[in-house]
Structures are given as structure tokens and as C-alpha cells.
């Protein structure tokens, strides 16, 4: 890589190395049978230069040819691609190293204990088709740049996802991320075949306004339009609803996110540098419902005239984008189970259909519920089906009732329950 | 290449092994508001081993040949240990050996068009968007890929297959204060760069859409009675159904499974549909799947009856029926699962202008946001709609997404229309994105759909 960098900064003058491999395992349990085992190993190296203000990349699966790296980035010149003003500075990033490998456990040894898991819930849940899938893998990067920087990151994740699916169709499931393997916590799967039973029976309810309890897990789908409209791409653009909105509150002020790549709970996910070697910080989206700012890559740094933010990724083969792969929302007062006892009737959805559909940068959500659940007056009374809930974040999030002190690591972030005041609710009759 | 892989998966001591190696070129190109932000050309490839060793099953992905001797011990130690904690063996249905390479399928082959001629022609659809002064922002997208799939296994089968698909989406978004709206459009296909050329009306349409959108009345949620136009109707029907009938979604679930028998009714009389990968003119096309079976057109319903199901050589020996080659991976980087090939619903005998006379009054839903299924549940998106009042259409409306149940909302298809289209690209994301799971169909009249929006 080295080699590569110096022959790229002679030719080009800024350049920019990158590395990344990793190895990833996968066991899955299928309706109770061990279904199969999927290994995988995969790398590959990316090269990116500007000159007169333009980008050109190049990428390959190794580096037996640099020369055709090289060929490839000055062609790619020529395509006049928007480059950032320069790639990244030498700074200080922090360290995460991994506490532990999670590939040493022997893959027939995991075998077993998610056998003896499978033996321990089963009699338990006779009705489900129980599905068990482990996830576990390292990674390492490296990016070298013609501004001296020079940046490894090793890492390893584990993940564990337990569903009991009815006859019917539709499951409840929940995500463990893990340090290391171990085991998962025998009372929140007896919660989640708690869930499991309530839902054997179908309920329904008229339409019209109703309370909606957000579990963690799947929050991130209504955080997520939040992040597409605080992208500084979108500010770019001209299309970002928050456009001249910094430092207005227009969220309820228990809600506060951020971005923030160094909190404890994201274990083995966290980050000390993003994928242009820039050191990750906690980024403020909005601080007790007020608007903070936008988040970046290096080219929509310069676009908007901002420093850095730390959150440029991108695959090896792609271009940076600005995302932000830790999202973080700050807990509340109220246990969770004090809000599953809410009085009167709530809406819990565990898990959405459709919410990557439909008009995001705007803020609009129009989901099914696959399932839903009701509860009244702290009881799970049953399974909602054929229901939708609709709305603007914009909206209910500025109507929070409630939130969770306890957090979660889902999909789209960390993050408490939510109980919003009311949601537009559908259901067949 | 084929000797090759063959000689290496002769050193692999299993009752039945598979490799695939798969060289992908890829371009994309992204232009927003006239300026170019990517230009990418790359190329991977990468090799998928799958073994199968006293019932037990594993696989392996790695990206490197120097790899392949660790990739053998991952996957005969995986599937040792998946055949120690298995009741069943894993079986996979007979198919005969078939050896096969054929030719690029073409007319102008995208890899001679420049990459500036590509970039030029984005930027030339792009300026038609543009130029209205509450239209933010175009974003337009130029996607290329030409995948050379090569197959052997311990059978005798050797295939070498290239596949070709390009093209061009555009999303416009419109902005009126703090109010955003946007429209978008895609064309493409896998019969070569043709396809994508003169195709400058469906890219100006967005600029009026989507500055009419903005001042268009949020849907009011409820049951509504709808016409669906082509796009909704393919999506619908991937959705509602299309999913259903990859045999892989429903084999462990006993209920679904029983209910979704063949012979069982889904819909009335009038409901056809079909998976067609065979046609050559349409972006669904391949002739061999991910495991070397040669794809053929299912009918799934037939008259409102199941009469079909996709599968793949494990799902097909599990059903005991024939694999139908619906055993698909996106690329090197994953082993198949099912997949739906082309799926569409087949044309009725109902003139489109008599649907609406019948809805009377409801809404109608146009265009494609895509969807998503679970259980026997389904929701998709539509771009915009209209509502339709004694047969005639009225004011815009938009924030439409719907919702239904596999086993009413097929029963509520009251009437099937005589035209028929089918989208131009794929993109169904069953764990990995499949680009030639393309779908389409007629206009179709739908009773009772549940759509959500403001109370």
C-alpha cells in the first residue's frame, strides 16, 4: 500500500489508499433444524486522487497490478467528478480494540449450545417455528493518505437474532449485539415468548388516533428520515426540510439525538475514525428537540463550508457518503415496564412493512404492522393484522409522551422506547 | 475457465459439490442538478462453494483463488457439523448435467458506449427535469453491470452464462417551504444501451409531477376501492402473492404451507399469473440459474387457482415437484435462494375506461414505491394517485401506501384489464437485491384496499 501511495502522490499529487478485509461466519436455525453454515472472506483495495479539483477512483480485489490502479484513477479524471477540497488531516482519533475474538469459539462448539437453546425454548413455544441466526465475523482496515495519514482499525462483531414465527406467517423476534459470544439472556427471551403468545390472537380496533409505543428495535425506521434530512447533501441540494432551521426547536424537548460513534453501548461497533480517516465525535442532530446541525462527508464539508463531522463512509468499491452509522437517542425517566403499563388502549408495533417506501425526505411514514400488538390498560390483549400507522416524524415526535431509561441496540441505532401521544391508525374492519 | 473450476472442485470429497466464479463490471454514474458527484467503473469477482456431505449443508463466498483450499476445509468442517445436529438430510432434487456456454445477449453492448457518452446522455435527461423554479433538486443514476457466470458441479454440469443489465433512474424533488415532494422514473432493461436511448418524455413528465405533488392532498387513510395501473399492479402482485410462491418463505411455516396447497383458490376467475424468465426482451431474462438449471415459465395462478410454485433444487426435493431454475444469487458475494424470475399478472378483457366506470368511486393508485411482505402480510407504495369520483378523475393525491392480507385481498380483485406492461428493471430485496425480479401486468380494479394516511 505504501508503494501504491507514493507512486499515486508522484502522479497525482493527493492521494489516497484504502484496505479493508474481512471474514464473516453465519449458523442458522430454520423452523428448529439446523439449516447451514455460510463462511465468507472477502477484501479489497481502493485508490482515490484529486487534481484540479476533481475526483478519480480506481478499485481492485488485490494489488498485483498498481499500475492499473493508476491507469484506472487518471482515467476516471476525466469524468470531472466533484472532489472534497483535500483529503484528511493527520489527527487523533480514539482507539477501540477489540476485547476479545469472536472466532474462537469452534464453529461445532456454537453448534451446540444453539442446539441446546433450541432444546430449552421449543417445549416452550410448540406453536412457533423457531429461528435461531448468529452472525459473527472480523474486520480490518487500513487508509493511508498523501497528507500523512495513516489509520488501522481491527475489529470483530457478534450478532444473535432469535424469532418464533406463527403458522401464519409474521414473527417476533429481537437482535442481540454482543462483545464477544455468549449467552442470551434466558428472562428477555421468556419476554419475547410472552409477546409470542399474545399475539395468537387476533384483535382489532376501530381506526382514528391512537397512543403508539416505538419499541428500540425498531425505531430507527422513523429516525431514519430525521438523518436523510440532516445530511449536509441535502443542504447542498436545496432540499433538506431543516434548511435554515439550526437552533430552532421543533421536536419535543425529551428528544435528543446524536450521533455518536463513542458510546458504551455500541461495544464492538464503535468507530475512532470514519471511512475518509477522519476522527469520529459525537455529532448533535437535535438537543432537547432543538436543531443542531447538519453531518458530513469531506465533499459536503467544503460544499456547506463546515469542518468535518467524522461520518463519511462508503463500501471499498464506492464513493464516500455521509451516513451516520451510530445513532444515538438519550434515554428518559420511566422504566419500561411502567410504560407497557400505560393506562387505556396503545399501539405496539414490533415490527414494520413498507417504512423504506414513500416520501422520507419529508418526514411521512405510512406502515403496515407485521404484527402489531394491543394493549389495554397494561395488558397485551392480542395481535393487530391488517393495520397501518401514518404520520409525519415531524409531528409525533414533537408529541413524546414518554421515553424508555433503558436502551437498546437495534437496527438503525441505540435507543429507548418510545411512547408518542398519538399516531394515525388503519385496520381493516 | 470452465476446466478450471472444474479441476478445482475435483479436489473436493463431498456427495455433492458446486463452485461458481463470477467477474462483474460495473459502472455507475450519479449526476445531481447537472453535476457529476460519481463516476465508477469497477470490476470484482469472487467464487461461491457450496457442499453437501452425509446430509449436511454448508457454503462458502471468498474473493481470492489462493483461498480456495480454506474455503474446502471451512465448508466440509460446516457441513459436518450441520449433518450432526440435523434429523433430516439435506436432499436436492436429480436435474441432468449440462454443458453450456453461451453468448453475450446484446444489441449495442453498453461496454462500447464511453464513459463520457453515458455521463452525457444522464445529464441530457436531467436538464429535462430541471428548470422550474420549486423544482430543489434532480438526481439522476446511471447503473451498468455485466456479470460472465461460470458454474461447474460434482454432476457434470459446466456453464458459462453473461448476463447484461443497464439503467438510468431519476428522482426530482420538488420543495415548497419546508414541504418536499418528489417523483421519479426508471428505464433499462438487459437487451443492450438501446434501451435507454430516446427516452426523454419519461424523464420530463417528473418535472410536472413532482411540482404538482406539492400542492396535492395528503390521502386520508381507510378501505378504499382502487385501480391500480401496470407498475402498481406488478408490485402488487411481487407483494401480495409474488413472495408466496418462493417455495423457500413458506416450506417452515405449516399453516401458510397447508393453506397455500396446490389447487387451492386465491382469487376469482379472472386472476392469471404467471413467472416468465424465458423472454428474451425484458430485463427478467436468463436461461440457467445459480445451481444450473435451465428456468421455465411457471404459471402460479390459474383462474384464481394456485396452480405453481418456484423453487430450487433443495426446495423442489423438499415439495417433491420439478426445480423450476428460480435458485438466484445478485453475484459473487452470495449463494442463491428463490427468487421470482419476471412475475406478472396476465392480461383480462376488461377496457381500462370500464374499470373506472365501475370503481364509481375510490381512488386511483399509479406508479411504484416498492414493498415489502411478511406473513401473509404485504404493504406497497404508489408514486401519486387520483381520486376518482362516478368514474372520473379528480384532485391528486399523495402519501399512499396499502396494505393487505394474501388471502383477502387477491379474493378482492374484481376486475382484470386488457392492456399490459411491464417494468423495465428489477429490484426485489430478499436479503440481497435481485435487479431481474422485474413484474408488471394490466390495469386491475381492487375492492377494499386499506391505505394509510391522516385520520
Known amino acids: 500500500m505504501e508503494r501504491l501511495l507514493e507512486l499515486a502522490r508522484a502522479r497525482f499529487g493527493r492521494a489516497e489508499v484504502c484496505f479493508w478485509t474481512a471474514n464473516t461466519e453465519k449458523l442458522r436455525v430454520e423452523n428448529g433444524e439446523l439449516h447451514s453454515v455460510q463462511a465468507e472472506a472477502r477484501q479489497g483495495f481502493s485508490l482515490r486522487v484529486i487534481r484540479d479539483g476533481r475526483l478519480g477512483m480506481a478499485t481492485s480485489m488485490d494489488l498485483l497490478s498498481r499500475e492499473n490502479l493508476l491507469s484506472q484513477a487518471e482515467a476516471s479524471l476525466a469524468a470531472a467528478v466533484e472532489a472534497p477540497e483535500d483529503f484528511a488531516s493527520p489527527a487523533d482519533g480514539a482507539a477501540f480494540p477489540p476485547s476479545s475474538s469472536p472466532m474462537d469459539m469452534p464453529v461445532g462448539e456454537l453448534a451446540e449450545r444453539t442446539m441446546a437453546l433450541r432444546d430449552w425454548l421449543r417445549p416452550q413455544v410448540p406453536e412457533a417455528s423457531l429461528n435461531i441466526f448468529w452472525r459473527r465475523g472480523t474486520f480490518r482496515r487500513r487508509l493511508l493518505n498523501s497528507n500523512g495519514v495513516d489509520v488501522k482499525e481491527d475489529g470483530g462483531h457478534v450478532g444473535a437474532r432469535v424469532g418464533f414465527e406463527y403458522p401464519f406467517g409474521g414473527a417476533v423476534e429481537r437482535f442481540w449485539s454482543m462483545p464477544a459470544l455468549q449467552e442470551i439472556p434466558r428472562d428477555e427471551l421468556l419476554d419475547l415468548i410472552h409477546w409470542f403468545r399474545a399475539g395468537l390472537r387476533e384483535v382489532r380496533i376501530p381506526g382514528g388516533r391512537v397512543p403508539v409505543l416505538f419499541p428500540a428495535e425498531i425505531l430507527g425506521s422513523l429516525i431514519q428520515r430525521f438523518e436523510i434530512a440532516a445530511n449536509a447533501k441535502a443542504l447542498a441540494d436545496g432540499v433538506s426540510p431543516l434548511i435554515g432551521r439550526v437552533g430552532e426547536r421543533m421536536l419535543s424537548e425529551a428528544f435528543t439525538l446524536r450521533n455518536d460513534p463513542h458510546a458504551d453501548g455500541w461495544r464492538n461497533w ?23 446541525g447538519f453531518f458530513n462527508d469531506l465533499l459536503h464539508a467544503r460544499k456547506t463550508g463546515e469542518g468535518p463531522t467524522g461520518t463519511g463512509f462508503r463500501s471499498i468499491f464506492g464513493s464516500a457518503v455521509a451516513q451516520c452509522q451510530h445513532l444515538t437517542v438519550e434515554p428518559g425517566h420511566s422504566s419500561l415496564a411502567a410504560l407497557l403499563q400505560t393506562p387505556g388502549r396503545v399501539v405496539v408495533p414490533w ?22 400488538f394491543l394493549i389495554e390498560d397494561g395488558e397485551v390483549v392480542g395481535r393487530l393484522s391488517d393495520a397501518m400507522l401514518a404520520g409525519n416524524v415531524y409531528d409525533v415526535f414533537s408529541r413524546i409522551r414518554a421515553l424508555s431509561r433503558e436502551r437498546f441496540l437495534g437496527s438503525g441505532g441505540l435507543f429507548p422506547w418510545i411512547l408518542f401521544e398519538e399516531m394515525a391508525f388503519s385496520q381493516k374492519a | 475457465m470452465l476446466q478450471h473450476l472444474e479441476s478445482l472442485l475435483g479436489r473436493v470429497t463431498a456427495d455433492y459439490a458446486d463452485l461458481r466464479f463470477e467477474e462483474v463490471d460495473e459502472t455507475s454514474i450519479t449526476v445531481t442538478s447537472g453535476r457529476v458527484m460519481a463516476a465508477n467503473v469497477t470490476t470484482k469477482r469472487g467464487y461461491v462453494l457450496r457442499v453437501l456431505r452425509q446430509g449436511g449443508w454448508a457454503e462458502v463466498q471468498f474473493t481470492a483463488e489462493s483461498d480456495f483450499d480454506w474455503a474446502v476445509g471451512q465448508a466440509l468442517a460446516a457441513a459436518d457439523v450441520v449433518a450432526r445436529h440435523r434429523a433430516r438430510s439435506f436432499r436436492m432434487a436429480p436435474v441432468p448435467a449440462v454443458r453450456a456456454t453461451l453468448p453475450r445477449r446484446v444489441q449495442e453492448d453498453p461496454a462500447r458506449v464511453s464513459l463520457a457518452e453515458k455521463i452525457a446522455l444522464v445529464q441530457e435527461y436531467g436538464q429535462l427535469c430541471g428548470g422550474h423554479p420549486k423544482i430543489a433538486r434532480t438526481q439522476l443514476s446511471y447503473f451498468e453491470q455485466a456479470r460472465t457466470r461460470r458454474f461447474v458441479n460434482s454432476e457434470g454440469s459446466a456453464i458459462e452464462e453473461p448476463i447484461v443489465l443497464n439503467r438510468i433512474s431519476g428522482v426530482v424533488n420538488a420543495r415548497d417551504g419546508s414541504l418536499v415532494q418528489n417523483a421519479s422514473a426508471v428505464v433499462g432493461g438487459g437487451q443492450g444501451f438501446q434501451v435507454l436511448r430516446g427516452r426523454h418524455e419519461e424523464f420530463e413528465r417528473l418535472r410536472g409531477l413532482a411540482v404538482d405533488l406539492l400542492a396535492a392532498e395528503p390521502m386520508t387513510g381507510g378501505t378504499w376501492d382502487c385501480v391500480l395501473d401496470n407498475r402498481l399492479t406488478g408490485t402488487f402482485t411481487h407483494e401480495a402473492f409474488g413472495h408466496y410462491s418462493e417455495a423457500d418463505i413458506i416450506e417452515d411455516l405449516p399453516e401458510l404451507r397447508q393453506r397455500l396447497s396446490i389447487g387451492a383458490r386465491l382469487g376469482s376467475d379472472i ?60 453475484d459473487y458475494r452470495y449463494c442463491p435462494i428463490v427468487r421470482m424470475g419476471t412475475v406478472f399478472v396476465e392480461p383480462g378483457t376488461t377496457p381500462v375506461e370500464e374499470l373506472f366506470e365501475r370503481l364509481g368511486n375510490g381512488v386511483y393508485l399509479c406508479g411504484s414505491r416498492g414493498g415489502q411482505t411478511a406473513g401473509e402480510n404485504f404493504t406497497f407504495g404508489a408514486q401519486h394517485g387520483y381520486r376518482i369520483r362516478n368514474g372520473r378523475k379528480e384532485e391528486l393525491v399523495r402519501d399512499l401506501n396499502i396494505s393487505g392480507n394474501l388471502f383477502h385481498t387477491l ?45
Open chain 1, 351 to 372: 415490527r414494520l412493512l413498507g417504512s423504506h417506501s414513500g416520501n422520507l425526505l419529508n418526514g411521512d411514514f405510512s406502515v403496515g404492522l407485521a404484527p402489531g
Open chain 2, 411 to 455: 379474493m378482492n380483485i374484481e376486475a382484470v384489464g386488457n392492456d399490459f406492461l411491464l417494468s423495465e428493471f428489477g429490484g426485489c430485496g430478499k436479503g440481497q437485491t435481485n435487479f431481474r425480479s422485474n413484474h408488471g401486468g394490466p390495469h386491475m380494479l381492487v375492492r377494499n384496499l386499506i391505505v394509510g394516511g391522516r385520520s
Open chain 2, 271 to 330: 386472476l392469471n399469473v404467471v413467472s416468465d424468465s424465458t423472454g428474451s426482451d425484458h430485463v427478467g431474462h436468463y436461461v440457467y440459474d445459480d445451481e444450473g438449471v435451465r428456468v421455465r415459465r411457471v404459471p402460479l395462478i390459474r383462474n384464481g387457482i394456485l396452480a405453481g410454485r418456484l423453487h430450487s433444487r433443495r426446495t423442489a426435493a423438499e415439495f417433491g415437484d420439478e426445480p423450476t431454475g428460480h435458485a438466484v444469487a445478485e
Open chain 1, 270 to 292: 464503535r468507530r475512532g475514525y470514519d471511512d475518509e480517516g477522519v476522527p469520529t465525535r459525537p455529532v448533535p442532530l437535535f438537543e432537547r428537540g432543538s436543531f443542531q
